[in-house]
């Protein structure tokens, strides 16, 4: 099998010399023979090691990675499949989220302007929110509870104090939960409102987070290839601590 250098693993990806050191002392790639002088032989399988490495770090992050190729250099295959279970698992929730929260978000762009934001002055305690929003405040002690209403307290009572952002949350809120949806949903969307700043913000961050999805859904592919062309060149003959 083709000796090759650290130099040469290296120069394909841009990296440094050390950096290669690093990940093969991470346990990143399997572990170098070394020359009786004491430098390292690496092989095309661990030039394959770091294209895979690389590669899973782009679709699942460094975390991962590292668990997975850890766990193919200890010859435990299922572990490095469970961590990959759970990065798609991680991405299948994420595109559950980003779809709930698009739809709420074109639930409330339907909406009357009216019912989002009314000219009237805004509410100070919560007796006089839940009266504007005919609910009880029973109702909205529930809603910060669940993380909707982030009220700021009167230092001097202890009193719930609302302002006008404050006021949009909950009439948010109240208008999505007029359309069916559960509180953990509408938290969600509250929050990535509040985040955002706006519904047409927070559009046109959905629309980026859908193309990083998508860029993260096409990595995974790319990241399943290569680590399927390690673990060919990995059966053909085992580095020194593979099993």
Known sequence: MRRLRPADLAREHGLSTQAV????????LPPAERTASGYRIYTERHAAALRAYLSVVAAHGHPTAGQIMRALHDGEPDRALTAIDRSH??????RATLDAVRAAVGHLTAAEPADIAPDDPVPRSIGELAHRLDLTPATLRNWE??????????????????????????????LLRRGGYPLSAIATVVQQIRTA????????????WQR???????AMLTAAARLDDYLSRHAEGPSPGMA
């Open 212 to 218: 990083r999805l998508t860029g993260q859904g096409l």
């Open 145 to 174: 509870d669940a993380g909707i209403l982030a009220p700021a307290r009167d230092p001097r009572t202890g009193h719930r104090v609302f302002r006008a952002a404050d006021l949009r949350d909950a009439q948010l809120a109240h």
């Open 21 to 28: 050191r690093n990940y093969e002392r991470d346990g990143h």
């Open 197 to 208: 700043g706006g519904t047409d913000a927070l559009t046109r961050a959905l629309d980026d």
């Open 89 to 94: 698992q991680r991405l299948l929730r994420d």
